[in-house]
């Protein structure tokens, strides 16, 4: 029989307080795939027709996806490799649940009991549907956890930017809350239309967007780098998006039995005022800020300026070798170059199997983060580029967005 506990201690001591972490790929039954993951073509379809295509990859995850009843019990879970040689593995979970502290630190512990977030690549050809996150108080009411999240936009996996490069976020500052409610009366009778009462902001790569929870939105078809809350829960309110239909469930699945035909009570899942913000790009979008900038390296804040989560992107400039230190834990995933970090080979992948091991994503506890990590770009062209993903206890992370 085996003993994790020992195996998980055994693992994370060889790595030096860094955790090699297996892809994550997750179906989604609507929409059509980006095809940038970097997943075999003959993939996309792993788990078969009826879970629909392969449009996600999620990172440091300690949750599972709201994927219905066809779902496998761990979907969604991050999962340590062991070694190199095998296909061993445990959760992520499993790990802080064993380790705790000694993973995410004292202050994660105290406050969430766990690692609070996780992050994805969303890769979708076609736009996605006008959806919510709930806030807090309203996903408490179905046991579940307020969603808010941020977007990145990586030049490195965007080529080309699918069906639709602009995304929606809230309406109109002049939209009257009676006329979103009758489109959603209307939800079986026709096409919504609903973003004809909202408004749409051309993606820029290389910057991204903060969305709180209760904000409506309808991300463009570009692939995103997502910090977000440990929750995967929204309220769907377009009904068709690029010819494909949406059933109601997905505009009341996450309302109480008793609230699924009250209007009132699926228009309160917005927050109102934050969706008719007559300065939303001023309070919400997020260009880089940098951290720090030299011949070797540079670091830039990409997430920030929230309360529950926060990320950067470093670039290694080809040929060095840069030892970074972090005041909290944190993931992370490489997107361009090869070389090393810490005791780890790594390299920003070509081609993925579905179920097989990478080493581009990893997993830094507390103490290696602050003790710093060594990261060597073995390219002797090319820059090595990686995005870092942190709960809402980063010292140094921006409070505010540069005026």
């Known amino acids: 029989m085996k003993n994790t506990a020992l195996i998980i201690k055994n693992t994370l001591e060889n790595g030096e307080g860094v955790f090699?972490?297996?892809?994550?790929?997750?179906?989604?039954?609507?929409?059509?795939?980006?095809?940038?993951?970097?997943?075999?073509p003959d993939d996309y379809f792993a788990l078969g027709l009826e879970r629909g295509s392969i449009k996600e990859r999620w990172f440091s995850s300690t949750i599972t996806a709201n994927n219905g009843p066809l779902a496998a019990p761990?979907?969604?879970?991050?999962?340590?490799?062991?070694?190199?040689?095998?296909?061993?593995?445990?959760?992520?979970?499993?790990?802080?649940?064993?380790?705790?502290?000694?993973?995410?630190?004292?202050?994660?512990?105290?406050?969430?009991?766990?690692?609070?977030?996780?992050?994805?690549?969303?890769?979708?050809?076609?736009?996605?549907?006008?959806?919510?996150?709930?806030?807090?108080?309203?996903?408490?009411?179905?046991?579940?956890?307020?969603?808010?999240?941020?977007?990145?936009?990586?030049?490195?996996?965007?080529?080309?930017?699918?069906?639709?490069?602009?995304?929606?976020?809230?309406?109109?500052?002049d939209t009257d809350p009676e006329e979103v409610k009758k489109r959603l009366r209307c939800y079986n009778k026709g096409d919504t239309r609903i973003t004809e009462l909202s408004r749409a902001y051309r993606v820029e790569l290389g910057t991204g967007w903060y969305t709180?929870?209760?904000?409506?939105?309808?991300?463009?078809?570009?692939?995103?780098?997502?910090?977000?809350w440990n929750s995967d829960v929204n309220s769907v309110e377009e009904n068709v998006v690029s010819g494909e239909i949406y059933p109601r469930d997905m505009l009341v699945e996450e309302c109480p039995p008793e609230k699924r035909d009250d209007i009132d009570y699926i228009f309160g899942l917005l927050d109102w005022?934050?969706?008719?913000?007559?300065?939303?790009?001023?309070?919400?979008?997020?260009?880089?800020?940098?951290?720090?900038?030299?011949?070797e390296y540079e670091e830039?804040?990409?997430?920030?300026?929230?309360?529950?989560?926060?990320?950067?992107?470093?670039?290694?400039?080809?040929g060095c070798s840069v030892t970074v230190k972090?005041?909290?834990?944190?993931?992370?995933?490489?997107?361009?170059?090869?070389?090393?970090?810490?005791?780890?080979?790594?390299?920003?992948?070509?081609?993925?199997?579905?179920?097989?091991?990478?080493?581009?994503?990893?997993?830094?506890?507390?103490?290696?983060?602050?003790?710093?990590?060594?990261?060597?770009?073995?390219?002797?062209?090319e820059p090595m580029v990686a995005l870092k993903h942190f709960g809402p206890n980063h010292p140094d992370m921006p409070k505010e967005v540069p005026v």
Request: with cysteine; hydrophobic share 35%; aromatic share 16%.
């Open 20 to 40: 090699r972490l297996n892809p994550v790929f997750v179906p989604r039954r609507f929409g059509k795939a980006g095809h940038r993951l970097k997943l075999h």
């Open 212 to 228: 709180p929870a209760g904000v409506i939105h309808a991300p463009a078809s570009v692939l995103t780098y997502e910090p977000q």
């Open 300 to 318: 830039k804040w990409v997430s920030y300026a929230n309360d529950y989560f926060g990320a950067k992107e470093i670039t290694v400039q080809p």
């Open 74 to 173: 761990d979907e969604g879970l991050s999962y340590v490799a062991v070694s190199y040689g095998s296909d061993e593995k445990f959760t992520l979970k499993e790990a802080i649940d064993e380790l705790g502290a000694l993973i995410v630190g004292g202050e994660l512990m105290k406050k969430y009991g766990g690692w609070p977030m996780y992050s994805k690549f969303f890769d979708f050809e076609n736009p996605l549907f006008h959806h919510v996150h709930l806030m807090f108080e309203d996903a408490a009411r179905v046991g579940k956890l307020g969603k808010p999240e941020s977007y990145y936009f990586p030049k490195q996996l965007n080529n080309y930017f699918g069906e639709f490069n602009a995304t929606y976020f809230g309406f109109d500052p």
């Open 273 to 295: 005022e934050k969706n008719i913000d007559p300065h939303y790009k001023k309070h919400y979008f997020r260009p880089p800020v940098t951290a720090v900038s030299n011949d």
């Open 326 to 381: 972090d005041g909290a834990a944190y993931g992370t995933i490489f997107v361009q170059g090869h070389g090393t970090f810490g005791k780890f080979p790594c390299e920003a992948p070509t081609l993925l199997r579905f179920g097989g091991q990478s080493t581009d994503e990893f997993f830094v506890t507390e103490a290696a983060a602050k003790n710093g990590v060594t990261i060597i770009n073995m390219s002797r062209v």
